[in-house]
């Protein structure tokens, strides 16, 4: 059964950089039926898609985030990645990885999601 | 980018009660919809896929329709463990959107 589960800091400073990590068990993320995707929720709010990842390495990002994000894939260690540079406390947020199962033309839904992990920004 | 709003924000309903959320874009996603329950501390799990394509897993009290810029989950018969949040979201163009997200109370 595939398991995702997100790591990283749970507090980061304004204006460094957030980085965060899922790492993909029970299924390999080279497969050509699958997309894998970050989704962050701030507290006591709605969700908010950040980005895509195909595992051949290609991406794609919400505009609101575009100049700050990058989504990147570690096949050798079944994980892929989030940073987000120049962070604020509007970044403070549960940050989801999940999976997206490809079926026609992206964009796709999500079928399965981590746990997720919280991020606070503060210094 | 699409805009999904949701309605009611919050619901009120009893156990055995049959309740309706409805999501409307604010364009055309065809039927490129999915469904979400949320419930508190917990990462969203998927319910309908496709605007009325069941997951697998899920009870079939569960229901979604509609197709365009209107959709709606159905629940027939709530059940305690049916009460949470339900987010809809949009797939028919980047960036992928959510619903705001309706609070499914007990009465």
């Known amino acids: 059964q595939l398991q995702l589960q997100e790591s990283g800091p749970g507090l980061v400073k304004p204006s460094e950089t957030l980085s965060l990590t899922c790492t993909v068990s029970?299924?390999?993320?080279?497969?050509?039926?699958?997309?894998w995707a970050w989704i962050r929720q701030p507290p006591v709010k709605g969700l908010e898609w950040i980005g895509t990842?195909?595992?051949?390495?290609?991406?794609d990002y919400n505009p609101s985030l575009q100049s700050r994000v990058t989504i990147s894939v570690d096949t050798s260690k079944n994980q892929f990645s989030l940073r987000l540079t120049s962070v604020t406390a509007a970044d403070t947020a549960v940050y989801y990885c999940a999976r997206h199962p490809v079926g026609g033309t992206p964009p796709y839904y999500m079928d399965v999601w981590g746990i997720g992990t919280t991020v606070t920004v503060s210094s | 980018d699409i805009q999904m709003t949701q309605s009611p924000s919050t619901l009120s309903a009893s156990v055995g009660d049959r309740v309706t959320i409805t999501c409307r874009a604010s364009?055309?996603?065809?039927?490129?919809l999915a469904w979400y329950q949320q419930k508190s501390g917990k990462a969203p799990n998927l319910l309908i896929y496709k605007a009325s394509s069941l997951e697998g897993g899920v009870p079939s009290r569960f229901s979604g329709s509609g197709s365009g810029t209107q959709f709606t989950l159905t629940i027939s018969s709530l059940e305690p463990d049916d009460f949470a949040t339900y987010y809809c979201q949009q797939y028919n163009h980047y960036p992928i959107t959510f619903g705001h997200g309706t609070r499914l109370e007990i009465k």
């Open positions: 990842i195909y595992y051949r390495a290609s991406t």
């Open positions: 364009q055309t996603i065809y039927t490129w």
């Open positions: 029970g299924g390999s993320i080279r497969n050509d039926n699958y997309y």
